[in-house]
């Protein structure tokens, strides 16, 4: 007897730690708090609104019409062109508006309450997608609410950075002009079900990159056919100008300068011992930058850089003058008790005569040094070393015309070639 009393008290205690808890439970829930504030006209109008609300339902307002869609774009910034990998970072948002035939209500039934912030999981969104998109091909839209007015009007703005494939054409570089796009397309919802009107592409927003400016925007709208389907793409193209000035300091005059110093192997004098050095030092040096220049460019042979294409035939000039140096000092040093080919006089007639005259002058009298310039007795006086030098002033002035004219060449067709490339869409 005793035992059964102990076990309906114990059953009791339990049975009350059960109820005390469970009241506990209820008076905590957000449903309890919920019930003061029923009355209030956001609570009522929210709960009026989504009482039977299915957002995987498109809410057109009859089978026959679809829903009419506005879309803008506000572009923020352009934060990388990689030019190597061909595509383009930028940042900014779209602007998306339609009517959602569910979500209309009289203001005057909630004491004029005439817009709402929804989280945007619980209505109807069109599925956007960037096709061209290399990172994600859809937005993270649960991110972002939407706002929706009493009329049923749905403004939805989701943004933020996206990488972007962009083909780009370098033939101009660093004087190119690049056009990139953002392709907006309706991934699974067709024209019957919802129609885009095309609206704005602004930069009223826009943050000054310091290697691009953007010259113009542009918008175009397609309607393509898929299985039978009729879809929606937008197509937001952007015309990006580059900034000159820091690749034309950093690539182009170094190139220039160097090609200069071409010019300087050929009047140091044989016999210094540093013509070879300095030859093989300017060729390394255009291998470095040439190495330089393939780092920042696309590995393709459909469009290679014209300043690139100078480079590899500077260094040609460069091979040429290092074969050049070597055949020089090896005139330098040719022995004397051989006499020089008459080729080799004839090929250096104007700088070899002049040297064996300014030579000889001291042991021929002036009538004979000069009547007798092709002469056997003249002949003897021109010697290994005098044929260097005149190799070293004719390797000179024929370097610097090869110079010159292939500056003013490259200089002709890149600014020929910039003159003609768009400044805006129209």
């Not at 397309?185 to 095309?198: C, G």
């Not at 000159?244 to 044989?270: D, E, G, K, W």
């Not at 390394?284 to 850089?305: C, E, F, K, R």
């Amino acid at each position: 007897m005793k035992s059964m009393t102990s076990e309906s008290r114990a059953m009791a205690t339990r049975c009350f730690k059960v109820l005390v808890s469970t009241l506990l439970l209820v008076s905590l829930s957000p449903s309890s708090a919920l019930i003061g504030n029923s009355s209030l006209p956001d609570y009522r109008l929210m709960r009026d609104l989504f009482d039977g609300y299915n957002p995987a339902v498109c809410p057109k307002s009859s089978a026959d019409e679809p829903v009419e869609g506005a879309m803008d774009y506000v572009l923020m910034s352009v934060n990388n062109v990689d030019e190597k990998e061909q595509v383009i970072a930028i940042n900014g948002w779209l602007i998306l508006s339609w009517t959602d035939a569910f979500l209309q209500w009289d203001p005057a039934l909630y004491e004029d309450i005439d817009m709402i912030v929804i989280p945007s999981k619980k209505i109807w969104l069109p599925d956007i997608a960037f096709e061209n998109s290399v990172d994600n091909l859809f937005l993270d839209v649960e991110r972002f609410a939407a706002t929706v007015s009493s009329d049923g009007t749905v403004n939805f703005l989701p943004g933020g950075p996206i990488t972007l494939l962009c083909p780009l054409n370098l033939t101009n570089f660093p004087f190119d002009v690049q056009i990139c796009s953002i392709d907006i397309v309706s991934w699974t919802t067709p024209e019957r079900a919802m129609k885009y009107k095309l609206g704005s592409f602004t930069k009223d927003l826009l943050v000054e990159n310091g290697q691009w400016n953007i010259a113009d925007l542009n918008a175009s709208y397609i309607a393509f056919t898929d299985d039978g389907e009729t879809f929606s793409e937008v197509f937001l193209h952007i015309m990006l100008q580059r900034k000159p000035l820091y690749q034309a300091m950093n690539t182009i005059l170094p190139v220039v300068m160097m090609s200069f110093l071409n010019l300087a192997v050929f009047r140091l004098p044989p016999d210094s011992g540093e013509k070879v050095s300095l030859s093989i030092t300017v060729l390394l040096a255009y291998a470095v930058w040439l190495l330089m220049m393939s780092s920042i460019t696309p590995t393709t042979s459909d469009n290679l850089p014209l300043v690139e294409t100078f480079i590899t035939l500077f260094m040609g000039v460069s091979t040429i003058s290092v074969f050049v140096t070597v055949f020089i000092i090896r005139l330098n040093h040719g022995d004397d008790s051989t006499p020089v080919p008459q080729w080799m006089k004839t090929l250096f007639c104007v700088r070899c005569g002049r040297t064996a005259r300014s030579s000889s002058a001291k042991q021929l009298d002036s009538t004979d040094s000069t009547d007798s310039l092709g002469s056997t007795d003249s002949a003897e006086t021109v010697t290994w070393k005098m044929m260097a030098q005149a190799a070293d002033r004719v390797a000179f002035y024929t370097i610097l015309a090869v110079t010159v004219i292939m500056l003013l060449t490259a200089t002709g067709i890149i600014g020929c070639k910039s003159a003609y490339q768009p400044a805006s869409f129209k």
